[in-house]
């Protein structure tokens, strides 16, 4: 393999990586006022959402590129929910005048809140301590 295509495969497993690590991530241009204007619908809805601003990441160009290996077209913006392309700028303002956006975002909510009811379940899990083992 050469290096282009390892640098290639590098940069695409980077945005896998950052499209998955939070419920709802978003790939934007920082000087986009459509870009601007969705996340801020995100933000009127209550959803926290991971933000890359490709303009100004160092890698910004070659994670463009990926997303749109990925099938992103345009690059700019890409939505993820749960790791899953959702789709680009047209796509969440259609999603959002159906009303599938609220449904969506009420779906990751009820994810969320669930995983976090899990690990507080887990961690509130009284383990006996080692002086009243036995002892009655």
Not at 22 to 50: D, N, R, T
Not at 81 to 98: E, P, T
Request: proline letters at 1%; hydrophobic letters at 40%.
């Amino acid at each position: 393999m050469n290096i282009e295509r390892e640098a290639a495969v590098t940069i695409m497993n980077r945005v896998r990586d950052l499209a998955s690590n939070k419920a709802a991530v978003i790939f934007i241009k920082s000087s986009c006022c459509m870009c601007h204007s969705i996340k801020q619908l995100f933000y009127e809805l209550g959803v926290s959402l991971a933000v890359h601003e490709l303009d100004i990441d160092a890698y910004g160009r070659e994670m463009a590129r990926a997303l749109r290996g990925m099938g992103c077209n345009p690059s700019v913006l890409a939505m993820f929910f749960g790791g899953k392309f959702v789709g680009s700028v047209k796509d969440i303002i259609s999603l959002h005048v159906d009303g599938s956006l609220k449904q969506l975002q009420n779906l990751l909510s009820t994810q969320l809140d669930n995983s976090t009811k899990f690990q507080q379940c887990m961690s509130s899990t009284q383990k006996p301590e080692v002086g009243n083992l036995g002892s009655s």
